[in-house]
């Protein structure tokens, strides 16, 4: 089953402007499946392939005439010197819609695409499957659901599947293998208690002095390790937002999986009666949408910014968005009923940031906050992004 992808419409009008279109994102976020449906008559190369890689480093030239523009060239982080030979190419041609690139590690083909080919590619990235697409084709309905299942597309396009046994493959083949490619990982235990460690602190302030006492390995390790997992996507950070507070907003970041099935996975939580009697289900919650907003952004290449806010006296809201000099509110909780003590925290940040919407996005129904502000049910959480950043233009 092919699931319909937001970024689809997108990902067509970018084809017909620019002569290379790059298409960014973690292994099996849907990449290729999406871009061959898009265009099938294009020519098709994976520089997985061992044979393929083969030609490519050997006999560039030999490549492209067995791979034509208009080509696909998946995976071309491994073969970085054929965008020097693809800037030759779209320049001789003067078309549009000659190549599509994608690549999952993100440094190395950034590097490369901003030397070769400047001026001749726009760029995409392509995220798991949000909640809003798996809406259209009827799952999950429940946050737990959600959790569990995750955003893999090979999860939800082929029923029957354990989402437990798909992600162990996921990590043990993709996860450990990239990271093993950028840095050597000599104590493979320890990486995986460092996974294990992030999975539960998702949603906290990045503390490597703490994480390294836990694991035995150096904070400067750690940091490596981390710069890693969030170039190829498997992790993000969410950096805080201090315009205007000055020493008084914390400045460290937030750590997020981009998906949160491999979180849930790393946490040993394969029921959604696990999720909701789990301590870490409130942050796995704000996990879920934190990425929910990242995938609407990247899906449309919105412009606005998505941060969080703590001060050092502890007073925090969970997202902020930032939209046409503007700040809209979040506060995330994994409640299903309104309550004032859930209001409290964004009303006070809301009073010293001139913030224009607040919004407490939770399980129950939606709902208006006395005073002004919404409760809004997550599974309508890109439906208000929608409408608040409704004046705002998304990018070409």
């Known amino acids: 089953m092919i699931i319909p992808r937001d970024a689809a419409s997108k990902l067509r009008n970018m084809i017909k402007t620019m002569p290379v279109v790059t298409v960014y994102g973690p292994r099996q976020s849907g990449k290729t499946t999406l871009i061959k449906h898009l265009f099938p008559d294009f020519a098709y190369a994976n520089l997985e392939n061992p044979t393929v890689r083969a030609l490519a480093r050997q006999d560039p030239e030999q490549f492209f005439l067995r791979y034509p523009a208009p080509a696909i060239i998946d995976e071309v982080q491994q073969v970085p010197d054929l965008l020097s030979y693809i800037q030759v190419k779209v320049d ?48 999950p309905s429940t946050m737990q659901d959600a959790i569990v299942s995750g955003f893999l597309p090979r999860i939800h396009a082929n029923d029957g599947l354990s989402p437990a046994e798909v992600y162990e493959d996921y990590y043990r083949t993709y996860v450990e293998r990239d990271v093993r490619q950028i840095v050597m990982v000599e104590n493979q235990l320890a990486f995986e208690t460092f996974m294990r460690l992030l999975a539960g602190r ?23 390790w981390l710069s890693v997992l969030e170039a190829s996507y498997i992790v993000f950070r969410l950096q805080p937002y201090y315009s205007n507070f000055g020493k008084r907003a914390v400045k460290t970041p937030k750590v997020f999986f981009t998906d949160v099935g491999l979180a849930a996975y790393l946490l ?26 990242l995938k609407w952004k990247y899906n449309a290449r919105r412009p606005e910014g998505f941060y969080f806010f703590r001060d050092n006296n502890g007073l925090e809201v969970d997202l902020v968005m930032e939209a046409a000099r503007q700040l809209h509110l979040f506060e995330i909780k994994c409640a299903m009923t309104p309550n004032p003590s859930l209001e ?17 996005v939770y399980r129950g129904e939606d709902f208006p906050v006395a005073g002004g502000g919404e409760y809004v049910n997550f599974g309508r959480f890109v439906s208000r992004l929608d409408e608040l950043a409704g004046g705002q233009e998304p990018a070409p």
């Open 92 to 139: 001789e041609s003067g078309k549009n819609g000659q190549y599509v690139l994608t690549g999952s590690h993100q440094p190395v083909l950034r590097a490369k695409v901003s030397q070769s080919l400047a001026g001749r590619t726009t760029i995409l990235t392509l995220l798991p499957l949000s909640m809003h697409e798996l809406a259209g084709v009827g799952k």
């Open 344 to 360: 409290r925290s964004i009303k006070r940040v809301a009073a010293v940031s001139s913030a224009l919407s607040k919004t407490i």
């Open 268 to 293: 040993r939580i394969g029921t959604g009666d696990q999720v909701l009697r789990d301590p870490l289900a409130g942050g796995l919650f704000e996990n879920l949408i934190v990425s929910e907003a």
């Open 202 to 224: 998702v949603g906290q302030l990045v503390n490597f002095e703490s994480l390294s006492g836990e694991i035995g390995v150096s904070a400067q390790t750690l940091r490596k």
